[in-house]
């Protein structure tokens, strides 16, 4: 079993002890006739179980809500015609500037091992192990092709066909290319960034679940050689542990801070990231070129997206180094190529025919009054066996053809 196979497989055991553990709360939750449920596809098994135990038993419709790029490990099973080729895996190896050049052999062969490799062991570890959480709630014959087969619509988050289109389908709603109103920032903050002897403001921040205080001592030091340089900038770097040390006055630390708000600001200039889903999407919506240092996950795949628009580089945490650092953010900071790349791609991003919250909106009142009924057509791939969909054995009867006449 992979990693990502591990993953949900310790996903359903955690809803198994919560199943257990806190059945007061869960008995609620049950007995509770749902109008909708919205099961995030991400390592959430118990939100599979809850979404059809709600729908078989009160015929209420669920919508899958995919927050990352995991929806392209389905894509067979939803039988949207896309082929593991054209786009990288989530599990891109770490380089600096990750590209993915689809006319490479190479790059093709590792995404489609990746995509073959952990797409099986997904399935294998959910569909064929015991799955006691779903068991409780009366699933004994879970299967994805089930999950997605009779969900209303799939509400996809992420930036669809910027850097690598595909193909979807009248169920698949992109609703991501959305941008909130940015807020005023407090008046400390306002008057740091906008020292007028500041040539521009740096904001460095990892997201919630990367801490400074685990981060190798290579790491702490390259960023610190960088900060120390960069004395004509203001820079501002979330550290929730505050555990960088103290550094030059034009530095800031927050345990937490506005992101948006701040991005959103004329005058910062660069966003230093991990590669978050959620902080491309704001990089792009406040319009800020990026320099992206994935850790883990998808991360790197993200990355691979923003270096193809233009506005983003990316620096593999494996090597990094502090001169390697200040010459990249030196670079970003002095070339202007960065920002009209993030300008053009943030006027492409929010031209779409409606606003995707409003979109959003419609199609789940749509299914809200369908009461059940089926909302749109579902391809016949989609209940086709692993085998049938990929014409498996009419490949292997060619194979051994080819074999026999080569021997004879």
């Known amino acids: 079993m992979t990693v990502i196979g591990s993953i949900y497989k310790l996903s359903e055991e955690a809803f198994y002890e919560i199943i257990t553990e806190r059945h007061t709360e869960m008995a609620k939750i049950l007995n509770t006739t749902w109008d909708m449920i919205f099961a995030d596809e991400l390592i959430a098994v118990g939100s599979y179980g809850l979404a059809l135990r709600n729908a078989r038993t ?8 995919s927050t990352t ?9 939803l039988a949207l015609g896309r082929t593991f080729l054209t786009r990288p895996t989530p599990w891109t190896p770490f380089v600096d500037d990750i590209r993915f050049d689809v006319t490479n052999v190479m790059h093709r ?9 952990s797409g099986i062991s997904l399935k294998s570890s959910i569909e064929y192990g015991e799955n006691k959480g779903l068991s409780m709630l009366g699933i004994n014959d879970f299967s994805f092709t089930d999950l997605w087969k009779n969900a209303a619509y799939n509400f996809q988050q992420e930036i669809d066909y910027l850097a690598f289109p595909l193909p979807v389908s009248n169920d698949i ?11 005023n920032l407090a008046s400390d903050l306002a008057n740091f960034i906008e020292d007028r002897f500041s040539k521009g403001t740096i904001y460095i921040a990892f997201g919630n679940k990367v801490r400074w ?26 550290d929730g542990d505050n555990s960088m040390g103290e550094f030059r006055s034009n530095v800031k630390v927050l345990k937490w801070a506005p992101q948006f708000d701040i991005l959103n600001h004329n005058k910062t200039i660069l966003f230093i990231s991990h590669a978050g889903l959620k902080s491309l999407k704001e990089a792009i919506c406040a319009k800020t070129p990026t320099l992206l240092i994935p850790v883990f996950a998808e991360q790197t795949h993200n990355a691979a997206v923003g270096v193809k628009l233009g506005f983003a580089r990316s ?6 180094n502090g001169e390697k650092l200040l010459l990249i953010t030196r670079e970003m900071l002095t070339n202007n190529r960065y920002l009209d790349a993030v300008s053009r791609i943030h006027g492409i ?19 809200l009054r369908a009461h059940g009924r089926k909302l749109n057509f579902k391809r016949k ?12 054995p009419e490949l292997s009867c060619i194979a051994s053809l080819i074999a026999i006449l080569c021997i004879t």
């Open 213 to 238: 205080a685990d981060a190798p001592q290579s790491i702490i030091d390259a960023f610190k050689y960088m900060l120390n340089e960069l004395y004509q900038y203001r820079i501002i770097i979330v």
């Open 109 to 117: 062969w590792g995404v489609l091992y990746d995509k073959i490799i």
């Open 58 to 65: 009160h015929k209420k419709p669920y919508i899958m809500f």
């Open 173 to 183: 709603i992109n609703i991501g290319a959305h941008c909130p109103t940015a807020n």
């Open 69 to 77: 790029v995991i929806l392209h490990l389905f894509a067979w099973e």
């Open 349 to 367: 991003f929010l031209d779409r025919p409606i606003d995707t919250l409003q979109e959003a909106i419609f199609w789940t009142n749509r299914a």
């Open 381 to 392: 791939g989609m209940s086709m066996s692993f085998l049938a969909y990929f014409y498996l």
């Open 315 to 320: 620096l593999s945490k494996l090597t990094l």
